[in-house]
């Protein structure tokens, strides 16, 4: 069981879009499309959003994703309106198609539903900016943050290594996923080119190429097995090659 996603938009064709997309990079997780109207009008449908919600809700929680203003209101009126044995249903501020992915991404590694929440809105970090996402609940986390609470702060990587990127179209979404995914389940702090290893928008904007050589870094408990395995695992193409 996983955290589960619903994508709330006033178009069915976007909430299925960005479902598929999800989809490819998360498919263990229950991810469900409220788009348009019950009609099939562009809009939004309390009903269509209500039955999205108890669908993906597995008893992990569920992260609700909308677009425009309208979306927002429906979705949150659902909320309110939600039984007291729903379990939890969080609304996620974040750009809807980067925030979904991310999302699905993070429950797919078995994050539990605020570090869902987090990964979603992290999609409004612009590259460099290490301030805490919105909404973060700072005395949690996940596993890397827990294990770089416990270092002091000029510390240096316990392990390293450098491989080369060998697939084709380079270090793209899917391989970018599988990576974060494997990350997740090592206490260690992980960078990868540089990019901390729990962000996939962060690894993906690394335009990382065939043939370019990236560094893996990894500091905590399981920093010499992350490293290895993290590096296996880009120097085999993700399957890919």
């Given at each position: 069981m996983t955290v589960g996603i619903v994508v709330a938009s006033h178009s069915a064709r976007i909430a299925e879009g960005i479902v598929e997309l999800a989809g490819q990079m998360a498919q263990d997780v229950a991810i469900i499309a409220a788009g348009g109207?019950?009609?099939?009008?562009?809009?939004?449908?309390?009903?269509?959003?209500?039955?999205?919600?108890?669908?993906?809700?597995?008893?992990?929680?569920?992260?609700?994703?909308?677009d425009l203003g309208s979306a927002v209101m429906t979705a949150e009126t659902v909320l309110e309106m939600l039984d007291e044995d729903a379990g939890e249903v969080r609304l996620v501020?974040?750009?809807?198609?980067?925030?979904?992915?991310?999302?699905?991404?993070?429950?797919?590694?078995?994050?539990?539903?605020?570090?869902?929440?987090?990964?979603?809105?992290?999609?409004?970090?612009?590259?460099?900016?290490?301030?805490?996402d919105p909404g973060?609940?700072?005395?949690?986390?996940?596993?890397?943050?827990?294990?770089?609470?416990?270092?002091?702060?000029?510390?240096?990587?316990n392990a390293s290594a450098r491989v080369t990127i060998v697939n084709e179209q380079?270090?793209?979404?899917?391989?970018?996923?599988?990576?974060?995914?494997a990350a997740a389940k090592f206490e260690a702090e992980i960078t990868i080119g540089g990019a901390d290893a729990d962000s996939l928008l962060r690894i993906i904007?690394?335009?990382?190429?065939?043939?370019?050589?990236?560094?893996?870094?990894?500091?905590?408990?399981?920093?010499?097995?992350?490293?290895?395995?993290?590096?296996?695992?880009i120097s085999s193409g993700f399957g890919e090659a």
């Open positions: 109207t019950d009609d099939g009008r562009v809009g939004t449908s309390f009903d269509l959003i209500e039955s999205a919600v108890a669908r993906a809700q597995s008893g992990d929680g569920v992260a609700v994703f909308t501020d974040a750009p809807l198609v980067e925030g979904c992915v991310a999302a699905a991404v993070a429950a797919a590694g078995g994050a539990a539903l605020g570090e869902v929440v987090a990964a979603g809105e992290s999609a409004w970090r612009r590259d460099g900016d290490a301030s805490p973060q609940d700072s005395s949690s986390g996940t596993a890397a943050e827990r294990a770089a609470d416990a270092l002091p702060a000029d510390a240096s990587p380079g270090l793209h979404a899917r391989p970018a996923a599988q990576l974060v995914a904007s690394l335009g990382a190429s065939q043939g370019q050589e990236i560094e893996v870094t990894a500091t905590g408990r399981d920093a010499d097995q992350a490293v290895r395995e993290l590096a296996e695992l």
